[in-house]
Structure formats: structure tokens, C-alpha cells
């Protein structure tokens, strides 16, 4: 079962969150995981060359530790990216402070960011407030939420998921942010995924890779990606049950709260009005599909036909055939909604006001078909509106 209203928290975990004065809003901006004495990680990050001071530590500290974590220190409201050796020391530093509050090594404390890029990080604000966020931990529905909202930047709601597994007394829970700079390659998005199932870090990072892979990896509001995207799964182990025993069920329930939270993230994407679920279709493998379904997802003239509900398949047509996939245009087709609109590269006799009423609703359908082979890719993405422009041109003012 998964579901954004009804939660099962997993075992082994407290959630906190506080305002410790980052964001100008005043609004809480500190959040807290503590985990069990077992907790293993596993993470995957931006693809990004330019990362953010808490990735560099977090890498290195899960490498050193062999996936360990006792707690996630997330702040929102800064970056902590290119802000040079003082970031680099600050991040450190809170590590080093919430691992002396819990009596653990700093290299077991993860340390996550987002906000603004380049703005130094306020490490005496965040440090001054990690006993009380400590102090403030509680496992209950309530302390999950304000941890949720905490992580929060320009995202207009909490993005949360739960999942149980059917036979044994387990499940899966996340919780994200993530508004703007969706891209596939993850985006500045912060994922925090928990069970309380006993798993190895190799163990948890095989299953994330694939879950990662047939979620975030293939969502897309605006074609950047940030410099903070992490998406870190965390296994207490309070259960008892093991990994290996429930593989199939852990897969499974892992997969469907990855893909309710990217489809959460893709649906509160800034300024987005229409939700496109494009699928790629008789591509000859999955990696053409999907170098196809980027072109076509981060054409500027695509997004905002889609934008104004425009049935423009010629738009969709000039994408596809600059993906730098060799194809055969005489094959291709393009349908929106229940409709054919193009044919061998050629416009069908086809309803337009259907077809823009279909555009019109908060997520529709399109496909194209390459008659290439058996391959297909469903993905995740949005228009581009004048909200998107104007959310984003004052962002930092």
C-alpha cells in the first residue's frame, strides 16, 4: 500500500526540525534524522562537476564509515555551494558538533543543503541550534511532517510516501524537496528514504541505483541539475527482518515511494500547470528512449506549446529528430490523448479541440513511436510557464 496521507514510520528513526534564522522568511529551516546504533546508507548524488560542500562530505564520511549514519543534519534556505574552504570547514564543523551531541564520530553525521548558490553558510547559526534540534527529536507522525516541511525552499508542499511491505511487519518511507532544476541525472532535489528492514550499504545502494533509475532518473521540470541532488536511503535494521528474506517486497515498496515522490516533485514543479507523461515508444533500447524523451522534454518550443495546451506535434516531431538518435522519420508517430496526429512524419486528420482539451488537463499523455523496436520509456515532465520565469528571476532577491 502507498499513500501521501496515510504514513508508516519505520522503526529506529526521530525526526526534529527547529528555525535556526537562515531563511529570511523565519520560517523552521533546520531538520534532523537520528537513527538507530545499525543504521546503514547508501546514497547517490548530483552528476554535476559543481557540487556543494555537504555532497564532498557526505561521500567521503560514507566511503570512510562503510555506510554508516547515526543522523542527517538538512538545512534549507543555503546551498553551502561555492563558498570555498569556509563552506567546506562549516559543513565540518556541524558534523563534528551533532556527532560530540551523540557521542558518535563525525563521519557518522550526513550532512544535506539547499537554497541559494554562493552565499556563505552560516555555520555559528546552525551549530547554535543542534542541541535544541537534537532535544526536540520525536518518532511520531507530527515530528515527520515538520521535518518534511522544514526541507522545504521554493516547493509549494511536503512530499511524502509510505509503502508497507504485504508479509512481514516492515515498510518504506521518504520524504523530499524539490521544485525547480528537476533534471534527470537527480536535481535540486533532496531525498531521504527510510526502512526498517536489516540491509549491507552494497545491499541498499544495488536497490537504489535501480529504483533511482525508474524514478528520479527520469523526470524533468527544466533540464538543470543542481549541485546538492542527493538521494540517501537509510535501513535501521529494527525489524530483524533481512534484506535478502524480503528482496522482491523491499524492491517492489522501495520502487513505488521513489515513484510517488518524483511524481510529486515533477507535479509542484515552479509555475508547472500540466504534468506530461511522454512515452517513448518501439525504440530499439531503453537508452535511445530516453535520449529521445530528453530532447523532446527540454525543448523550450515544446514546453510552452504545452504550456498553452497548443497540439503542436511538429514541435514534438523537430525534438525527436535532433535527439542525435539515427532515425527514420517515415516511422514515426505522434499521439496525443487517444489521437494519431502525425503519421510517417505527415499530419493526420485529427480533432485539434480534442486534442487541446486533452493538453489542458493537469497531466495528459503523449506518445511518439519510433518503429525501431520493442524498447519504451515513460517520462516524467512539465511545461514551462510565465510563473516558472518569474519565480526564478527573483529567486535570489
Request: net charge positive; aromatic share 4%.
Amino acid at each position: 500500500m502507498n499513500s501521501t496521507d496515510r504514513i508508516f514510520l519505520p522503526k529506529g528513526f526521530q525526526f526534529s526540525a527547529v528555525t535556526a534564522g537562515i531563511k529570511a522568511s523565519g520560517r523552521p529551516d533546520l531538520a534532523l534524522i537520528a537513527a538507530g546504533p545499525s543504521t546503514q546508507a547508501a546514497a547517490v548524488f548530483t552528476k554535476n562537476l559543481v557540487v556543494a560542500a555537504p555532497l564532498e562530505v557526505a561521500r567521503t564520511s560514507l566511503e570512510s564509515t562503510g555506510g554508516r549514519v547515526r543522523a542527517v543534519v538538512v538545512n534549507s534556505g543555503n546551498a553551502n555551494c561555492a563558498t570555498g574552504p569556509a563552506g567546506l570547514r562549516g559543513c565540518k564543523e556541524v558534523c563534528v558538533q551533532m556527532g560530540k551531541l551523540l557521542k558518535v564520530k563525525a563521519a557518522e553525521v550526513f550532512p544535506s543543503s539547499t537554497g541559494i548558490i554562493g552565499v556563505p553558510f552560516p555555520t555559528e547559526k546552525v551549530v547554535s541550534y543542534l542541541q535544541a534540534l537534537l532535544a526536540g527529536a520525536g518518532s511520531s507522525i507530527d515530528d515527520f511532517r515538520r521535518f518534511a516541511n522544514a526541507i522545504l525552499t521554493t516547493d509549494t508542499r511536503a512530499k511524502v510516501a509510505s509503502a508497507a511491505l504485504p508479509s512481514v511487519s516492515a515498510c518504506v518511507t521518504g520524504v523530499a524537496k524539490g521544485s525547480g532544476m528537476i533534471h534527470p541525472q537527480l536535481a535540486t532535489m533532496l531525498v531521504y528514504v527510510m526502512t526498517d528492514v536489516a540491509a549491507s550499504a552494497t545491499e541498499l545502494h544495488q536497490s537504489l541505483r535501480e529504483a533511482c533509475d525508474e524514478s528520479f532518473n527520469v523526470i524533468s521540470v527544466d533540464g538543470d541539475t543542481s549541485t546538492n541532488d542527493t538521494v540517501l536511503l537509510l535501513a535501521s535494521g529494527e525489524s530483524g527482518i533481512r534484506l535478502r528474506v524480503v528482496r522482491n517486497e523491499f524492491r517492489a515498496a522501495l520502487s513505488e515511494v521513489c515513484r510517488s515522490l518524483a511524481h510529486q516533485i515533477v507535479s509542484d514543479g515552479e509555475g508547472v500547470q500540466h504534468v506530461i507523461r511522454l512515452h517513448v515508444e518501439e525504440a530499439k533500447t531503453r537508452t535511445e528512449a530516453l535520449q529521445i524523451a530528453r530532447s523532446i522534454a527540454h525543448s523550450l518550443l515544446v514546453k510552452t506549446a504545452w504550456a498553452g495546451a497548443d497540439p503542436n506535434w511538429g514541435r514534438i516531431l523537430a525534438a525527436a529528430g535532433r535527439s542525435g538518435v539515427r532515425l527514420d522519420p517515415k516511422k514515426i508517430s505522434v499521439v496525443i490523448g487517444d489521437q494519431t496526429v502525425c503519421k510517417a512524419s505527415v499530419a493526420c486528420d485529427f480533432d485539434a479541440r480534442r486534442a487541446h482539451n486533452h493538453l489542458s488537463q493537469p497531466e495528459c499523455s503523449i506518445r511518439v513511436r519510433l518503429g525501431r523496436g520493442k524498447a519504451a520509456i515513460e517520462f516524467l515532465t512539465t511545461d514551462l510557464t510565465s510563473d516558472y520565469v518569474r519565480i526564478n528571476a527573483d529567486y535570489s532577491t
